[in-house]
Protein backbone atom coordinates (compact mmCIF):
# COMPACT_ATOMS: atom_id res chain seq x y z
CA UNK A 1 0.00 0.00 0.00
CA UNK A 2 2.85 2.12 1.01
CA UNK A 3 4.49 1.28 -2.34
CA UNK A 4 1.34 2.27 -4.10
CA UNK A 5 0.46 5.75 -2.31
CA UNK A 6 4.25 6.68 -3.42
CA UNK A 7 4.15 5.83 -6.77
CA UNK A 8 1.03 8.29 -6.61
CA UNK A 9 3.07 11.02 -5.46
CA UNK A 10 5.33 10.19 -7.96
CA UNK A 11 3.26 10.21 -10.78
CA UNK A 12 1.45 13.22 -9.86
CA UNK A 13 4.79 14.91 -9.69
CA UNK A 14 6.05 13.89 -13.11
CA UNK A 15 2.59 14.94 -14.43
CA UNK A 16 2.71 18.64 -12.97
CA UNK A 17 6.43 18.25 -14.24
CA UNK A 18 5.60 17.98 -17.66
CA UNK A 19 2.61 20.51 -17.36
CA UNK A 20 5.02 23.24 -16.32
CA UNK A 21 7.15 22.14 -19.71
CA UNK A 22 3.86 21.94 -21.94
CA UNK A 23 2.90 25.44 -20.19
CA UNK A 24 6.77 26.53 -21.10
CA UNK A 25 6.88 25.57 -24.50
CA UNK A 26 3.70 27.21 -25.44
CA UNK A 27 4.33 30.25 -23.32
CA UNK A 28 7.98 30.31 -25.41
CA UNK A 29 5.86 29.79 -28.89
CA UNK A 30 3.48 32.48 -27.77
CA UNK A 31 6.25 34.97 -26.93
CA UNK A 32 8.06 33.79 -30.62
CA UNK A 33 4.54 34.46 -32.32
CA UNK A 34 4.50 37.82 -30.59
CA UNK A 35 7.79 38.92 -31.59
CA UNK A 36 7.16 38.11 -34.66
CA UNK A 37 3.95 40.09 -35.12
CA UNK A 38 5.59 42.37 -33.39
CA UNK A 39 8.05 43.02 -35.79
CA UNK A 40 5.53 42.89 -38.76
CA UNK A 41 3.71 45.68 -37.44
CA UNK A 42 7.34 47.53 -37.00
CA UNK A 43 8.95 46.85 -40.14
CA UNK A 44 5.09 48.05 -41.88
CA UNK A 45 5.13 51.36 -40.13
CA UNK A 46 9.20 51.58 -41.02
CA UNK A 47 8.92 50.67 -44.90
CA UNK A 48 5.53 52.71 -45.45
CA UNK A 49 7.28 55.86 -43.63
CA UNK A 50 10.65 55.11 -45.71
CA UNK A 51 8.11 55.15 -48.68
CA UNK A 52 6.53 58.64 -47.56
CA UNK A 53 10.51 59.59 -47.47
CA UNK A 54 10.98 58.74 -50.73
CA UNK A 55 8.14 60.49 -52.39
CA UNK A 56 9.42 63.54 -50.32
CA UNK A 57 12.70 63.43 -51.73
CA UNK A 58 11.22 62.53 -55.28
CA UNK A 59 8.95 65.66 -54.81
CA UNK A 60 12.28 67.74 -53.75
CA UNK A 61 13.76 66.97 -56.68
CA UNK A 62 10.79 67.23 -58.97
CA UNK A 63 10.94 71.38 -57.41
CA UNK A 64 14.02 71.51 -57.85
CA UNK A 65 13.75 70.75 -61.64
CA UNK A 66 10.31 72.33 -62.33
CA UNK A 67 11.71 75.64 -61.04
CA UNK A 68 14.53 75.46 -63.36
CA UNK A 69 11.64 75.04 -66.31
CA UNK A 70 10.04 78.03 -65.38
CA UNK A 71 12.87 80.06 -66.15
CA UNK A 72 13.62 78.04 -68.76
CA UNK A 73 9.99 78.81 -70.09
CA UNK A 74 10.04 82.19 -69.18
CA UNK A 75 13.05 82.88 -71.34
CA UNK A 76 11.36 81.31 -74.09
CA UNK A 77 7.84 83.34 -73.56
CA UNK A 78 9.95 86.57 -73.77
CA UNK A 79 12.31 85.84 -76.62
CA UNK A 80 8.54 84.00 -78.73
CA UNK A 81 8.12 86.25 -81.61
CA UNK A 82 4.75 86.63 -80.83
CA UNK A 83 1.00 84.98 -81.99
CA UNK A 84 0.33 81.19 -81.71
CA UNK A 85 4.13 80.69 -80.30
CA UNK A 86 3.59 82.98 -77.52
CA UNK A 87 0.37 81.53 -76.90
CA UNK A 88 1.56 77.97 -76.81
CA UNK A 89 4.67 79.67 -74.49
CA UNK A 90 2.46 80.95 -71.65
CA UNK A 91 0.41 78.19 -71.50
CA UNK A 92 3.22 76.09 -70.88
CA UNK A 93 4.72 78.68 -68.69
CA UNK A 94 1.42 79.11 -66.42
CA UNK A 95 0.78 75.27 -66.50
CA UNK A 96 4.56 74.64 -64.88
CA UNK A 97 4.14 77.50 -62.71
CA UNK A 98 0.51 75.79 -61.38
CA UNK A 99 2.57 72.45 -60.81
CA UNK A 100 5.45 73.98 -58.80
CA UNK A 101 2.61 75.55 -56.54
CA UNK A 102 0.80 72.04 -55.87
CA UNK A 103 4.18 70.21 -55.64
CA UNK A 104 4.99 73.26 -52.62
CA UNK A 105 1.79 73.12 -51.62
CA UNK A 106 1.55 68.85 -51.35
CA UNK A 107 5.40 68.92 -49.75
CA UNK A 108 3.95 71.22 -47.09
CA UNK A 109 1.31 69.31 -46.57
CA UNK A 110 3.71 66.09 -45.92
CA UNK A 111 2.45 63.48 -43.16
CA UNK A 112 3.70 64.76 -39.55
CA UNK A 113 4.39 60.99 -38.96
CA UNK A 114 7.49 62.43 -41.36
CA UNK A 115 9.94 62.97 -38.72
CA UNK A 116 12.01 65.38 -40.97
CA UNK A 117 9.11 67.66 -41.61
CA UNK A 118 10.01 70.00 -38.89
CA UNK A 119 13.63 70.43 -40.02
CA UNK A 120 12.18 70.87 -43.71
CA UNK A 121 9.48 73.63 -42.13
CA UNK A 122 12.23 75.61 -40.23
CA UNK A 123 13.88 75.84 -44.10
CA UNK A 124 10.66 76.51 -45.62
CA UNK A 125 9.42 79.09 -42.72
CA UNK A 126 11.99 80.68 -40.32
CA UNK A 127 13.68 84.02 -40.77
CA UNK A 128 16.53 82.87 -42.13
CA UNK A 129 15.50 80.80 -45.43
CA UNK A 130 12.00 81.33 -45.59
CA UNK A 131 11.80 79.37 -48.50
CA UNK A 132 8.00 79.55 -48.73
CA UNK A 133 7.89 83.27 -48.99
CA UNK A 134 10.58 82.89 -51.90
CA UNK A 135 8.55 80.14 -53.70
CA UNK A 136 5.79 81.95 -53.45
CA UNK A 137 7.43 85.39 -54.50
CA UNK A 138 9.20 83.81 -57.37
CA UNK A 139 5.63 81.99 -58.46
CA UNK A 140 4.06 85.35 -58.37
CA UNK A 141 6.62 86.68 -60.25
CA UNK A 142 6.49 84.21 -63.00
CA UNK A 143 2.91 84.01 -62.99
CA UNK A 144 2.67 88.38 -63.75
CA UNK A 145 5.26 87.62 -66.65
CA UNK A 146 3.07 84.84 -68.00
CA UNK A 147 -0.30 87.62 -68.14
CA UNK A 148 2.24 90.22 -70.12
CA UNK A 149 2.30 89.88 -73.46
CA UNK A 150 5.17 88.23 -75.22
CA UNK A 151 6.19 91.66 -77.20
CA UNK A 152 6.08 94.01 -73.85
CA UNK A 153 8.64 92.09 -72.20
CA UNK A 154 12.51 91.78 -72.54
CA UNK A 155 15.40 89.50 -71.24
CA UNK A 156 16.49 92.54 -69.67
CA UNK A 157 13.00 93.79 -68.53
CA UNK A 158 13.33 93.90 -64.04
CA UNK A 159 10.69 91.11 -64.22
CA UNK A 160 13.22 88.67 -66.33
CA UNK A 161 15.99 89.76 -64.09
CA UNK A 162 14.31 89.07 -60.85
CA UNK A 163 13.32 85.67 -62.07
CA UNK A 164 16.48 84.77 -63.32
CA UNK A 165 18.22 86.01 -60.09
CA UNK A 166 15.92 85.40 -57.97
CA UNK A 167 15.98 81.84 -59.04
CA UNK A 168 19.73 81.15 -59.20
CA UNK A 169 20.89 83.08 -56.08
CA UNK A 170 17.91 82.15 -53.61
CA UNK A 171 15.54 79.94 -54.72
CA UNK A 172 17.49 77.00 -55.80
CA UNK A 173 19.93 77.35 -53.00
CA UNK A 174 16.52 76.84 -50.39
CA UNK A 175 14.99 74.39 -52.62
CA UNK A 176 18.71 72.46 -52.46
CA UNK A 177 19.26 72.96 -48.36
CA UNK A 178 15.41 71.25 -48.39
CA UNK A 179 16.51 68.65 -50.57
CA UNK A 180 19.70 67.78 -48.45
CA UNK A 181 17.67 67.64 -45.41
CA UNK A 182 15.00 65.48 -46.68
CA UNK A 183 17.98 63.10 -48.27
CA UNK A 184 19.70 62.78 -44.76
CA UNK A 185 16.17 62.30 -43.28
CA UNK A 186 15.92 59.44 -45.61
CA UNK A 187 18.92 57.84 -44.92
CA UNK A 188 18.36 58.19 -41.04
CA UNK A 189 15.01 56.49 -41.65
CA UNK A 190 17.17 53.75 -43.46
CA UNK A 191 19.25 53.27 -40.82
CA UNK A 192 16.43 53.04 -37.78
CA UNK A 193 15.21 50.46 -40.30
CA UNK A 194 18.13 48.75 -40.42
CA UNK A 195 18.63 48.96 -36.42
CA UNK A 196 15.00 47.78 -35.73
CA UNK A 197 15.25 44.80 -38.21
CA UNK A 198 18.71 43.49 -36.02
CA UNK A 199 17.01 44.08 -32.61
CA UNK A 200 13.96 41.92 -34.02
CA UNK A 201 16.22 39.34 -35.27
CA UNK A 202 18.40 39.08 -31.93
CA UNK A 203 15.56 39.24 -29.81
CA UNK A 204 13.51 36.37 -32.00
CA UNK A 205 17.10 34.63 -31.91
CA UNK A 206 17.10 35.01 -28.21
CA UNK A 207 13.88 33.86 -27.83
CA UNK A 208 14.57 30.92 -30.05
CA UNK A 209 18.03 29.70 -27.74
CA UNK A 210 15.91 30.17 -24.55
CA UNK A 211 13.17 28.06 -25.55
CA UNK A 212 16.02 25.25 -26.47
CA UNK A 213 17.97 25.82 -23.30
CA UNK A 214 14.73 25.99 -21.10
CA UNK A 215 12.17 24.04 -22.68
CA UNK A 216 12.80 22.09 -25.43
CA UNK A 217 16.67 20.24 -24.20
CA UNK A 218 14.64 19.41 -20.82
CA UNK A 219 12.20 17.96 -22.72
CA UNK A 220 14.08 16.21 -25.06
CA UNK A 221 16.45 14.92 -22.06
CA UNK A 222 13.50 13.70 -20.37
CA UNK A 223 12.49 11.90 -23.22
CA UNK A 224 15.55 10.27 -23.94
CA UNK A 225 15.63 9.43 -20.02
CA UNK A 226 11.70 8.01 -20.01
CA UNK A 227 12.97 5.81 -23.76
CA UNK A 228 16.41 4.50 -21.53
CA UNK A 229 14.08 3.97 -18.50
CA UNK A 230 11.51 2.07 -20.33
CA UNK A 231 14.45 0.59 -22.45
CA UNK A 232 15.53 -0.88 -18.97
CA UNK A 233 12.71 -2.02 -17.34
CA UNK A 234 12.19 -4.17 -20.70
CA UNK A 235 15.22 -5.83 -20.03
CA UNK A 236 15.53 -6.11 -16.29
CA UNK A 237 13.81 -7.71 -13.67
CA UNK A 238 12.17 -5.66 -11.47
CA UNK A 239 12.51 -7.25 -8.22
CA UNK A 240 15.98 -7.75 -8.55
CA UNK A 241 18.08 -5.42 -11.21
CA UNK A 242 19.24 -8.56 -13.41
CA UNK A 243 18.18 -9.30 -16.49
CA UNK A 244 14.84 -10.64 -17.07
CA UNK A 245 14.37 -13.92 -18.94
CA UNK A 246 13.16 -12.73 -21.93
CA UNK A 247 16.38 -10.59 -22.37
CA UNK A 248 18.41 -13.57 -20.92
CA UNK A 249 17.86 -15.81 -23.84
CA UNK A 250 17.88 -12.91 -26.67
CA UNK A 251 21.35 -12.32 -25.23
CA UNK A 252 22.32 -16.02 -24.57
CA UNK A 253 21.13 -16.58 -28.42
CA UNK A 254 24.00 -13.81 -29.72
CA UNK A 255 26.67 -15.13 -27.79
CA UNK A 256 25.78 -18.70 -28.58
CA UNK A 257 25.72 -17.44 -31.97
CA UNK A 258 29.07 -15.37 -31.89
CA UNK A 259 30.48 -18.59 -29.98
CA UNK A 260 29.57 -20.88 -33.17
CA UNK A 261 31.18 -18.39 -35.98
CA UNK A 262 34.22 -17.86 -33.87
CA UNK A 263 35.02 -20.75 -31.79
CA UNK A 264 35.80 -20.82 -28.37
CA UNK A 265 34.56 -21.68 -24.96
CA UNK A 266 31.45 -20.52 -22.98
CA UNK A 267 29.40 -22.03 -19.89
CA UNK A 268 26.65 -22.46 -18.05
CA UNK A 269 25.26 -22.04 -14.85
CA UNK A 270 21.69 -22.79 -13.04
CA UNK A 271 21.17 -22.13 -9.40
CA UNK A 272 18.05 -22.39 -7.47
CA UNK A 273 17.43 -21.89 -3.85
CA UNK A 274 17.18 -24.48 -1.60
CA UNK A 275 13.51 -24.99 0.41
CA UNK A 276 12.85 -21.38 -0.96
CA UNK A 277 9.28 -22.69 -0.43
CA UNK A 278 10.09 -22.89 3.17
CA UNK A 279 11.46 -18.96 4.07
CA UNK A 280 8.30 -17.90 2.29
CA UNK A 281 5.69 -19.82 4.27
CA UNK A 282 8.03 -19.60 7.24
CA UNK A 283 9.26 -15.79 6.75
CA UNK A 284 6.95 -14.17 4.63
CA UNK A 285 6.92 -13.38 0.83
CA UNK A 286 8.66 -9.84 1.70
CA UNK A 287 11.58 -12.00 3.48
CA UNK A 288 11.48 -14.03 0.55
CA UNK A 289 12.15 -11.37 -1.88
CA UNK A 290 15.25 -9.71 0.31
CA UNK A 291 16.42 -13.70 0.03
CA UNK A 292 16.21 -13.28 -4.19
CA UNK A 293 17.86 -9.61 -3.77
CA UNK A 294 20.50 -11.08 -1.34
CA UNK A 295 20.96 -13.60 -3.79
CA UNK A 296 21.26 -11.86 -6.61
CA UNK A 297 23.97 -8.72 -5.20
CA UNK A 298 26.09 -11.31 -4.37
CA UNK A 299 26.53 -12.85 -7.57
CA UNK A 300 26.52 -9.46 -9.28
CA UNK A 301 29.24 -8.71 -7.22
CA UNK A 302 31.28 -11.69 -8.12
CA UNK A 303 30.52 -11.57 -11.98
CA UNK A 304 32.35 -9.62 -15.02
CA UNK A 305 31.31 -7.59 -16.91
CA UNK A 306 30.71 -9.57 -20.07
CA UNK A 307 29.46 -12.49 -17.58
CA UNK A 308 25.12 -12.58 -18.46
CA UNK A 309 22.87 -13.14 -15.28
CA UNK A 310 19.26 -13.57 -15.98
CA UNK A 311 16.67 -14.48 -13.55
CA UNK A 312 14.78 -17.45 -15.46
CA UNK A 313 11.81 -17.35 -12.83
CA UNK A 314 10.82 -17.86 -9.39
CA UNK A 315 14.09 -18.54 -7.72
CA UNK A 316 16.00 -20.36 -10.59
CA UNK A 317 18.59 -18.09 -12.13
CA UNK A 318 20.90 -18.49 -15.32
CA UNK A 319 24.47 -17.30 -15.32
CA UNK A 320 26.40 -17.57 -18.75
CA UNK A 321 30.10 -17.29 -18.80
CA UNK A 322 31.97 -16.41 -21.86
CA UNK A 323 35.73 -17.71 -22.63
CA UNK A 324 34.95 -19.77 -19.64
CA UNK A 325 35.37 -23.64 -19.83
CA UNK A 326 33.34 -26.43 -17.43
CA UNK A 327 36.53 -26.55 -15.27
CA UNK A 328 36.61 -23.12 -14.27
CA UNK A 329 32.78 -22.75 -14.70
CA UNK A 330 32.59 -25.16 -11.88
CA UNK A 331 35.17 -23.54 -9.56
CA UNK A 332 33.15 -19.96 -9.87
CA UNK A 333 30.05 -21.86 -9.26
CA UNK A 334 31.40 -23.38 -6.28
CA UNK A 335 32.68 -19.86 -5.02
CA UNK A 336 29.28 -18.74 -5.47
CA UNK A 337 27.70 -21.46 -3.74
CA UNK A 338 30.15 -20.79 -0.61
CA UNK A 339 29.99 -16.80 -0.49
CA UNK A 340 25.94 -17.40 -0.78
CA UNK A 341 25.91 -20.28 2.07
CA UNK A 342 27.20 -17.20 4.22
CA UNK A 343 25.24 -14.61 3.22
CA UNK A 344 22.23 -13.21 6.22
CA UNK A 345 19.29 -11.48 5.91
CA UNK A 346 17.68 -10.01 8.77
CA UNK A 347 20.66 -9.88 10.12
CA UNK A 348 19.58 -7.16 12.66
CA UNK A 349 17.09 -9.23 14.00
CA UNK A 350 18.76 -12.42 15.85
CA UNK A 351 14.81 -13.91 16.25
CA UNK A 352 14.67 -13.41 12.08
CA UNK A 353 17.86 -14.02 11.03
CA UNK A 354 17.59 -16.32 7.86
CA UNK A 355 20.65 -18.24 6.36
CA UNK A 356 20.43 -20.34 2.74
CA UNK A 357 21.89 -22.11 0.03
CA UNK A 358 21.93 -22.64 -3.02
CA UNK A 359 22.10 -25.88 -5.74
CA UNK A 360 23.97 -25.16 -8.67
CA UNK A 361 24.08 -27.28 -12.53
CA UNK A 362 26.99 -26.54 -14.40
CA UNK A 363 27.18 -27.52 -18.45
CA UNK A 364 29.13 -26.30 -21.41
CA UNK A 365 28.22 -24.97 -24.40
CA UNK A 366 29.21 -27.55 -27.24
CA UNK A 367 29.22 -27.26 -30.34
CA UNK A 368 26.56 -29.77 -31.14
CA UNK A 369 24.14 -27.64 -29.37
CA UNK A 370 21.39 -26.26 -31.77
CA UNK A 371 20.91 -23.24 -29.43
CA UNK A 372 21.09 -21.98 -25.86
CA UNK A 373 18.36 -23.75 -24.57
CA UNK A 374 19.98 -27.18 -24.92
CA UNK A 375 22.72 -26.01 -22.91
CA UNK A 376 19.80 -24.35 -20.06
CA UNK A 377 18.38 -28.29 -20.72
CA UNK A 378 21.49 -29.88 -19.60
CA UNK A 379 22.57 -27.40 -16.45
CA UNK A 380 18.69 -28.37 -15.53
CA UNK A 381 19.50 -31.79 -15.88
CA UNK A 382 22.26 -31.24 -13.24
CA UNK A 383 20.58 -28.74 -10.95
CA UNK A 384 18.16 -31.73 -10.36
CA UNK A 385 20.71 -34.37 -8.89
CA UNK A 386 21.74 -31.19 -6.94
CA UNK A 387 19.11 -31.14 -5.44
CA UNK A 388 18.30 -34.52 -5.14
CA UNK A 389 21.53 -35.15 -3.75
CA UNK A 390 20.82 -33.02 -0.77
CA UNK A 391 20.73 -29.40 -2.06
CA UNK A 392 23.80 -27.02 -1.40
CA UNK A 393 25.80 -28.32 -3.94
CA UNK A 394 27.38 -27.80 -7.61
CA UNK A 395 26.84 -30.82 -9.97
CA UNK A 396 28.45 -30.45 -13.52
CA UNK A 397 26.67 -32.00 -16.52
CA UNK A 398 29.58 -31.16 -19.09
CA UNK A 399 28.77 -31.55 -23.13
CA UNK A 400 29.43 -34.55 -25.21
CA UNK A 401 29.07 -36.65 -22.55
CA UNK A 402 25.79 -37.90 -22.82
CA UNK A 403 26.15 -40.66 -25.47
CA UNK A 404 29.63 -42.05 -23.28
CA UNK A 405 27.76 -44.14 -20.56
CA UNK A 406 30.73 -45.47 -19.45
CA UNK A 407 31.98 -42.51 -17.94
CA UNK A 408 29.14 -40.77 -15.62
CA UNK A 409 27.38 -37.88 -17.65
CA UNK A 410 26.84 -35.92 -14.26
CA UNK A 411 29.74 -35.03 -12.10
CA UNK A 412 29.51 -33.56 -8.32
CA UNK A 413 32.22 -30.92 -8.20
CA UNK A 414 34.01 -33.00 -5.61
CA UNK A 415 34.72 -35.35 -8.10
CA UNK A 416 35.82 -33.34 -10.72
CA UNK A 417 38.54 -31.71 -8.44
CA UNK A 418 39.66 -35.50 -7.55
CA UNK A 419 40.23 -35.42 -11.60
CA UNK A 420 41.69 -32.76 -12.13
N1 LIG B 1 9.18 -14.28 -2.14
C1 LIG B 1 9.11 -14.71 -3.39
N2 LIG B 1 8.80 -15.99 -3.62
C2 LIG B 1 8.76 -16.45 -4.89
C3 LIG B 1 9.00 -15.61 -5.98
N3 LIG B 1 8.88 -16.32 -7.12
C4 LIG B 1 8.57 -17.58 -6.74
N4 LIG B 1 8.50 -17.66 -5.41
C5 LIG B 1 8.21 -18.81 -4.56
O1 LIG B 1 9.29 -19.73 -4.67
C6 LIG B 1 8.82 -20.95 -4.19
C7 LIG B 1 9.47 -22.05 -5.02
O2 LIG B 1 9.17 -23.23 -4.36
P1 LIG B 1 9.55 -24.64 -4.94
O3 LIG B 1 9.51 -24.63 -6.43
O4 LIG B 1 8.69 -25.66 -4.28
O5 LIG B 1 11.03 -24.85 -4.55
P2 LIG B 1 11.78 -24.86 -3.16
O6 LIG B 1 10.86 -24.68 -2.02
O7 LIG B 1 12.90 -23.92 -3.23
O8 LIG B 1 12.33 -26.32 -3.12
P3 LIG B 1 13.64 -26.87 -3.82
O9 LIG B 1 13.86 -26.00 -5.03
O10 LIG B 1 13.29 -28.24 -4.18
O11 LIG B 1 14.71 -26.72 -2.85
C8 LIG B 1 7.32 -20.93 -4.29
O12 LIG B 1 6.77 -20.89 -3.00
C9 LIG B 1 7.03 -19.62 -4.99
O13 LIG B 1 5.83 -19.02 -4.55
C10 LIG B 1 9.29 -14.24 -5.70
O14 LIG B 1 9.52 -13.42 -6.57
N5 LIG B 1 9.35 -13.86 -4.42
Not at 45 to 57: A, G, M, P, S
Not at 139 to 163: C, M, N, Q
Not at 254 to 270: N, Y
Not at 273 to 298: M, P, R
Request: hydrophobic share 40%; with cysteine.
Amino acid sequence: MQGTGNSRIFKAAAISRDKRKVAGYVMGLLLIAVAITYSHFIIDRLITRNNQDRQTVNMGYQQNMQAQRINHLAFRYILSSGGHESDISRQQLASAVNEMYDLHLSLLKTPPSVEYAAAADAIYFDAQHELDLKIRTYLGAARELAEKPAELLAPDSPLARFLERHNTEALQQGLNLALERYKAADSDAVTQLRRVLWGLFVLVLLLVILEWRFVFHPIFNGLERQANDYRKQAHTDPLTGCYNRRHFMIAAEEAFQRLQLAGGECSLLVLDIDYFKWVNDSYGHCTGDEVIQALVDSCMASLKKTDLFGRLGGEEFAILLPDTGPVQAAGMAEQLRQQIEKLEVNQYDAEARITFTVSIGVTDISSGDLSPVDAINRADIALYQAKSAGRNRVIINASGKDDDRSSPAIESLSALGAES
